[in-house]
């Protein structure tokens, strides 16, 4: 791969012939595309785009909390380091009969501090009620912090998921789920996101809980 400052043509991106054109973070580039290869997948390889398939499109479903809640990276945006700290993390079985560990998953990852004694039940109908402790209230853990709750159905294969469901100091917060989730185990996760915006905490796995 090499870098370039526009050059005689200017700026470039896309295909030509076998080269293609790119830029990241402001930086263009230029990189020759790859040989195919008519030699089998071995099963290493095919287990690591296993993973691929299973993450890519599921993470996708938390886009918008990855973008501004993986912090403290530098080389990857938050999604490809959301991408690939679960595939190398949050992966249950081995190829062919791999799944996704569902109390591995990584969706938030910062320096606030989490919650002490987080529960999730549901004793009312298509709902979650998420409870928590927050101790001694700090710099990196204030009675302002806003909860983010996510709730995934996996026979529904769907999230539902709220940003500022409530503030730390609440101690509670109720999500409504849809009806179709219904007597099904869900699996339920909280985080929290400073009132200024800029630092979040690692997501914590609370469990599957039954839908009532």
Same mark, same amino acid.
């Given at each position: 791969?090499?870098?370039?400052?526009?050059?005689?043509?200017?700026?470039?991106?896309?295909?030509?012939?076998?080269?293609?054109?790119?830029?990241?973070?402001?930086?263009?580039?230029?990189?020759?595309?790859?040989?195919?290869?008519?030699?089998?997948?071995?099963?290493?390889?095919?287990?690591?785009?296993?993973?691929?398939?299973?993450?890519?499109?599921?993470?996708?479903?938390?886009?918008?909390?990855?973008?501004?809640?993986?912090?403290?990276?530098?080389?990857?945006?938050?999604?490809?380091?959301?991408?690939?700290?679960?595939?190398?993390?949050?992966?249950?079985?081995?190829?062919?009969?791999?799944?996704?560990?569902?109390?591995?998953?990584?969706?938030?990852?910062?320096?606030?501090?989490?919650?002490?004694?987080?529960?999730?039940?549901?004793?009312?109908?298509?709902? +979650?009620? #998420?409870?928590? %402790?927050? =101790?001694?209230?700090?710099?990196?853990?204030?009675?302002?912090?806003? !909860?983010? /709750? @996510?709730?995934?159905?996996?026979?529904?294969?769907?999230?539902?998921?709220?940003?500022?469901?409530?503030?730390?100091?609440?101690?509670?917060?109720?999500?409504?789920?849809?009806?179709?989730?219904?007597?099904?185990?869900?699996?339920?996760? +909280?985080? #929290?996101?400073? %009132?200024? =915006?800029?630092?979040?905490?690692?997501?914590?796995?609370?469990?599957? !809980?039954? /839908? @009532?």
């Amino acid at each position: 791969m090499a870098k370039y400052k526009q050059g005689i043509l200017g700026p470039f991106s896309g295909k030509i012939g076998n080269v293609v054109g790119a830029s990241w973070k402001g930086i263009s580039y230029f990189r020759s595309l790859a040989e195919p290869s008519n030699k089998p997948a071995t099963e290493a390889q095919l287990a690591q785009r296993n993973k691929v398939t299973l993450f890519r499109g599921f993470l996708l479903g938390l886009a918008d909390i990855i973008d501004h809640c993986i912090q403290n990276i530098e080389k990857h945006t938050p999604m490809n380091q959301a991408l690939s700290y679960n595939m190398k993390n949050a992966v249950a079985g081995i190829y062919p009969e791999q799944s996704i560990a569902f109390d591995q998953l990584l969706f938030s990852k910062g320096e606030l501090l989490g919650a002490w004694l987080p529960k999730a039940v549901s004793t009312v109908s298509h709902s +979650i009620d #998420f409870t928590w %402790e927050h =101790g001694n209230l700090t710099l990196l853990c204030s009675a302002t912090d806003q !909860v983010t /709750v @996510v709730v995934y159905d996996p026979v529904e294969q769907q999230f539902c998921k709220l940003e500022n469901i409530a503030l730390r100091g609440e101690k509670m917060a109720r999500l409504i789920l849809p009806e179709t989730f219904s007597g099904h185990g869900v699996h339920c996760y +909280i985080s #929290f996101y400073s %009132e200024s =915006g800029k630092i979040a905490s690692t997501n914590e796995y609370l469990g599957v !809980v039954e /839908v @009532v």
